[in-house]
């Protein structure tokens, strides 16, 4: 399980509250990468970096926020705005953006109630 | 952009048999072709790749295939196991885009 951690495996939050999904990485990739996944569907895009101070918008940005203040880690924040946050997050990491491999981290399980 | 479909959405074979996972891609500029396998509750993970260069590309019992004009391309799991049950997913990618495919969750009968 080296190279990319998230933390924690399981979350729990009330409705209304924002929250912030950890993700590491130490093979010293300059993307990073946030997907949410919903019970048997595929990866969807959150929010992607390719270098640090800088991310873009995926397919389902709203109702999310990130920050890439260093190159090892890019925290996801789940606010009240998002209408459905429980969900399995994973981040990925890759060497460059664009088409390379994408490493994934363990994922994250978020359940609001 | 990219848009990936891939077929079938489910798979059932019989221990032993071969599977086969087809994707379509639209952008015919991208040049990267992954394939991931999760297994439940785990995290995908690269079990074969292919870029553009290549038509075809096998690691033991998986092989991928790759055409560029029909802009399609397939995994191919030969004498499978029952280890090989899980949902696979196909990606795209070219320049910043990667895109990834709905995925085919495998089960092997035994």
């Not at chain 1, 999904?21 to 048997?40: T, V």
């Not at chain 2, 990267?32 to 290549?54: A, C, H």
């Not at chain 2, 033991?60 to 899980?86: C, G, M, W, Y």
């Amino acid at each position: 399980d080296g190279g990319i951690t998230q933390s924690p495996k399981y979350l729990f939050r009330k409705e209304g509250q924002n929250v912030t999904l950890s993700c590491e990485q130490n093979l010293n990739h300059d993307a990073m990468y946030w997907y949410r996944q919903d019970p048997g569907q595929g990866l969807r895009l959150i929010y992607y970096s390719q270098i640090v101070n800088d991310f873009q918008k995926g397919d389902i940005a709203e109702g999310y926020s990130v920050s890439r203040e260093k190159k090892e880690s890019f925290p996801l924040t789940v606010t009240s705005a998002q209408k459905n946050p429980t969900a399995f997050y994973l981040c990925a990491s890759s060497i460059v953006g664009g088409a390379y491999e994408q490493y994934f981290g363990p994922g994250t399980r978020l359940t609001v109630t | 952009g990219e848009n990936v479909e891939q077929h079938p959405s489910t798979l059932s074979v019989q221990e032993g048999d071969s599977a086969v996972i087809k994707c379509t891609y639209s952008d015919s500029a991208s040049n990267y072709f992954p394939w991931y396998k999760q297994e439940l509750g785990k995290r995908p993970q690269l079990i074969i790749d292919i870029r553009s260069n290549v038509g075809e590309k096998k690691d033991q019992r998986i092989a991928v295939t790759l055409n560029k004009t029909a802009k399609h391309f397939s995994l191919h799991i030969t004498e499978t196991q029952p280890e090989d049950s899980a949902v696979y997913f196909c990606a795209a990618s070219g320049g910043q885009n990667f895109v990834f495919g709905p995925g085919t969750r495998l089960s092997v009968l035994p």
